[in-house]
């Protein structure tokens, strides 16, 4: 097997990237992305006030739900990080 050289490693990504781009693979998905947004949004609102104002089991259920929107909250956050919301050249 050959060595990798920084030219070929170069030369290599770059046509790589030509064909996912080609294919389609960095089209933004803003619609999708606000429409996650949203309902991350109104799935953390209604944990946090499951927390403060349910009685019990209800916190132990609220504060699973509310982990969970933090991580979807985060994903989302890290997609927009590598610029996968917006349509990218």
Known sequence: MKAWTQGSALAFRQQLRAEL????VFR???AGYWRRGIWVT????A??????FAGDPLPC???GVAAYAGVQAATIA???GHGA?????
């Open 85 to 89: 919301i917006f349509i990218s050249i």
């Open 42 to 45: 109104a799935l953390a609102a």
């Open 78 to 80: 890290h997609e927009a």
């Open 21 to 24: 781009h080609a294919v389609g």
């Open 61 to 63: 259920l609220a504060a």
């Open 47 to 52: 944990s946090w006030a499951g927390l403060v």
């Open 28 to 30: 933004g998905d803003t």
